[in-house]
């Protein structure tokens, strides 16, 4: 019967795969489901506490139990001192205002390293990415004296200055890989026809770069929102940002730390940002991977 079938359809019968080949996908399977497990497995739990009542809050269920939505009308209670609807707001516009900004001055930066010839370009790309490895700790000091005498405390531009600095390396990095590996007859050709280098930049260049100035805007945005450490010295009570409110959250004992309302907090920070990624994940992953390749 198989020999009848492989004449009449002119193609030889697929061979099984091997015991090899089936372990091999086996071990791709596990391997992503462990990774899964790691990334998600937090956030999962997170979630569960902050729909769970605040007196089972160290229930070890694995499954959502004594489920309340107290935890999150706590969030948004400014009985106690907490304003999170402020800090949302303020993480919004300070991540905002940094990605906006960085990705103006980093566009520029990275299509000038990548695209001109001039004296120290490679030492100029060596300080950009040793910048992004300069220790965060060491900044606190120096930047909280500098912003006290200029009065700067408190304020937004505080807060946006440094944000603008740790995320700008990442910008230019992923930027100027991909201006590297755009072709030049484009340009080229855009200059034959009567454009500027300026035109040519923005009409032609700066189009075919969309999915990676895409994917930077997004990264440059996540870190912005989850940078802690100096919002939590030079920010104040009108410009703390969710990282801040988060950690300073204060519930109906003062001697008793109100995880319940902190988990639900952080579900409602994590969510937008979960689900942002989930929507443009083939934009972030073709933008992470293009100028990969060359062609």
């Known amino acids: 019967m198989t020999a009848v079938t492989t004449q009449q359809t002119g193609t030889p019968p697929r061979p099984r795969p091997s015991w090899r080949h089936r372990l091999g996908s086996a071990r791709i399977y596990v391997g992503a ?11 999962y739990w997170m979630a569960v506490t902050a729909f769970r009542d605040p007196a089972y809050t160290f229930d070890t269920t694995p499954w959502p139990t004594h489920v309340t939505l107290d935890n999150f009308r706590d969030v948004f209670d ?10 949302l707001l303020n993480s919004v516009i300070i991540g905002t205002a940094s990605t906006v900004i960085a990705l103006v001055i980093g566009v520029m930066a990275a299509y000038a390293l990548a695209r001109l010839t ?24 120096p930047l909280f004296q500098l912003f006290t005498d200029i009065g700067w405390i408190g304020k937004y531009q505080a807060l946006i200055l440094p944000n603008i600095s740790f995320v700008l ?20 050709a855009a200059r034959i026809d009567g454009a500027t280098k300026l035109q040519a930049f923005r009409l032609v260049m700066l189009p075919l770069a969309a999915p990676a100035v895409f994917t930077t805007a997004i990264l440059a945005f996540i870190a912005a929102v989850n940078e802690y450490l100096l ?16 950690a300073r959250f204060s519930g109906n004992n003062p001697q008793v730390e109100p995880y319940a309302a902190i988990m639900a907090a952080g579900t409602l920070v994590t969510v937008p940002l979960v689900i942002l990624v989930l929507v443009f994940q083939r934009r972030i992953i073709s933008g992470l991977t293009a100028g990969g390749v060359k062609s």
């Open 169 to 188: 390396p990442l910008t230019v990095y992923i930027l100027a890989s991909f201006f590297a590996d755009l072709p030049w007859e484009l340009e080229e």
């Open 231 to 246: 919002a939590r010295v030079l920010s104040g009570s009108d410009t703390e940002p969710v990282t801040v409110a988060i």
């Open 118 to 141: 001039f004296k120290g370009r490679y030492l100029v790309s060596g300080l950009i990415l040793g910048a992004s490895m300069f220790p965060v700790v060491v900044l606190v000091t």
């Open 78 to 87: 400014t009985s106690r001192g907490n304003d999170f609807g402020k800090a």
């Open 33 to 43: 489901l462990i990774v899964l497990l790691w990334g998600l497995g937090p956030f």
